[in-house]
Structure formats: C-alpha cells, structure tokens
C-alpha cells in the first residue's frame, strides 16, 4: 500500500514534520535511519531549546518528539534507506531488504559534523568533545577550551566561546587561516583567543570526560600535550544526502536545494527540511521550525493533487 507522506530521518526536523502532518491526519510513515534522532543524540544538555527552563538531555528530548509524534499517529520503522527512485510515482525508496512507495516525501536526513577521527575523540563526545559551539558552549564557563579549524566557522565559534570560557585556544593545522580576512581580524584582536599554528591534534585525553589532548607539530615533529575541558571540532559539516545524488538538485556542498521561501525541492511531491537543507544555522530550533514548513507544504501539496 503506497503511503500519503513518508518523512526520511528523525531529527528535530523529522519529527516536527511528522507530528503536523499526523494531526493533518497524512499518517505519516518515519522511517528512522542509523543515527535515529539526529545529531542531539550526541549533545548532553540543551539550554537553548524553547520550553525546557532547566535544560533537557539531547536524547531525552528527541524522545519526547518521538512519542508526541507518534501520539497523534506517526508510524516509525527503525530502518535505513539505501537509495531512492524519484524518477517513478508514486515515489520508491528502498532499505536493505523492503520497498516502501510513497505519494509525498519529506528528506530530513540532516547534516553530520567532520571529525578528526583521533583515538578518544569517539568516546567523549559530549563529555568535553563537542562539534556545536552554540549547543554547548555554555557548560565550560570560566574553562579552557581547544578550538581545531581555521576558519570562518571556526573563527566564529572561537570568538562565541570566548563569552563563557576564560581561554580559547585555537589549534591550526597550517601556519595561516582560510577564514576570510574580516573573521580572522576579530579573532586575532580578541584577548582571550590563543593560536597555536602547525598543530595536528593526535589523541583527546581522559577517562570519564576528557582534559586534554596530545598534539603534533607538522613542522617540528614535536609531541606535547595540552590541558583543556572542552574541544570543539569545527572542521565543516558533510550533508546526509548520498542517497539522493541524481535525485534531487544539491549544492556544490551536497546540499539540498530549496526554493525560496519554502521547502519545495525540483521535484514535486518532495521538500526538505532541517540541517539537509541549512549550511547556516544548524539549530534544533530551526530545525524543527522548517520540519512544521515542509508539513504543511506536503499537506497542501497533496490536497491540490487530489
């Protein structure tokens, strides 16, 4: 049976788009993917989510959306779509050993953050090892904290850190920033910014959180470590969308490309909302507001159909 909507992924964009199209009575199908509730599944505690006076977890509050999703009708299957055919109507998509057809589809796949794949960095996420400056930059109040990217992104979280943090260390790989030059001068004249140049980091350090991380310099060979609370990794995101190359039209970055306005992509019947289609915010927040769009674009999308 083809179903009305399928929403794919099931971030903060996945399930608010999910819980207006259940209450439009769409009966939406989620179908989950690998990394199930997106990327506030690595954050420990959100302050900035409207609603929550004392913080929630990331996981518990992609629980919550989940279950208020699910209350008015949401079905979810935990699986993952390997590929799409959006070429045909109704729409195909395809997880390892089922086929599912839909009149409509919501791409919600979000964005992964670029890790540096060191030993220890893995495993303490979310105990000092963060990806989300604007996320998690509270919690290190009046810390030291590790900044690894040279630039733009890099620059500005560095400079939002330097808010809460007593010391912003900025390790660069190179001996110059790729950031634009307006980006770097702020950096630069910002007091409590630090710049350790030709800085590979080889190993984040701790047990139960991490406090510090052991580094090379490219130039010197030398190896040295250096004490910290927090690391932020801001080496650029890498959109969820492999599986729709050649489907839908994507950015130069991988993005997913929408019209202005809306969350409509260049085929009718599907849109896209959250992080997949957002290189600027990358909030759970407008994520979850652009999740409510594409709802309501799917329901009137389909409405005008029949």
């Given amino acids: 049976m083809t179903n009305q909507l399928i929403i794919v992924g099931s971030g903060p964009a996945g399930w608010t788009a999910a819980l207006y199209a259940a209450r439009a009575t769409l009966k939406p199908l989620v179908i989950e993917g690998i990394d199930a509730g997106g990327q506030l599944m690595l954050t420990t505690e959100v302050e900035n989510y409207p609603g929550f006076i004392q913080g929630i977890q990331g996981p518990d509050l992609m629980q919550i959306f989940k279950k208020q999703a699910m209350r008015f009708g ?82 500005e979280e560095a400079n939002f850190l330097t808010h809460f943090a007593m010391k912003v260390i900025v390790l660069v790989r190179k001996d110059v920033l790729k950031a634009s030059k307006i980006m770097q001068e702020r950096a630069m004249k910002n007091p409590k910014i630090e710049f350790v140049w030709n800085t590979e980091v080889q190993e984040v350090l701790g047990q139960e959180k991490m406090t510090g991380v052991r580094v090379l310099n490219n130039k010197t060979n030398e190896i040295s470590e250096i004490s910290a609370d927090g690391l932020f990794v801001v080496i650029g995101h890498k959109p969820n969308t492999e599986i729709f190359i050649g489907q839908i039209e994507l950015d130069q970055k991988g993005y997913v490309v929408t019209k202005s306005g809306s969350t409509k992509t260049n085929i009718e019947g599907v849109f896209a909302a959250g992080d997949v289609a957002d290189h600027i915010y990358r909030q759970a927040v407008t994520a979850a507001g652009t999740g409510c769009m594409s709802a309501l674009d799917a329901e009137r999308w389909l409405a005008n159909r029949k």
Avoid: H, N
């Avoid at 890790?115 to 998690?136: I, M, Q």
């Fill in 74 to 155: 949401a079905e979810v299957v935990s699986e993952y779509v390997t590929r799409v055919d959006f070429s045909k109507r109704p729409f195909e998509l395809y997880t390892t050993d089922k086929m599912f057809t839909a009149d409509s589809v919501i791409v919600a796949t979000g964005a992964s953050a670029m890790w540096l794949g060191v030993p220890g960095e893995a495993r303490l996420k979310g105990r000092g090892v963060s990806a989300c400056a604007t996320c998690d930059g509270f919690l290190f109040k009046d810390k030291q904290v590790l900044v690894v990217g040279g630039g733009d992104a890099a620059m």
